[in-house]
């Protein structure tokens, strides 16, 4: 799970991102965050995913 701390910040800069322009250095701290969010994400969804079990009722 990502920080709440890291979280506020993607929040913010996606926000800043609409209303104005964002740094380089913002965007690449951007992407950087939104790319460990997303991996988070897959591990998380993936170890769901595994313990999914199967069971037929015949």
């Known amino acids: 799970m990502i920080e709440r701390k890291k979280l506020d910040r993607i ?25 460990e969010y997303l991996e988070n994400f897959r591990k998380s969804f993936r170890s769901q995913l595994d313990n999914i079990e199967f069971i037929d009722d015949k």
Not at 21 to 29: A, D, F, S
């Open 11 to 35: 929040n913010f800069l996606a926000k800043k991102a609409k209303d104005e322009r964002l740094t380089p250095e913002e965007k690449i701290e951007q992407d950087e965050l939104r790319r």
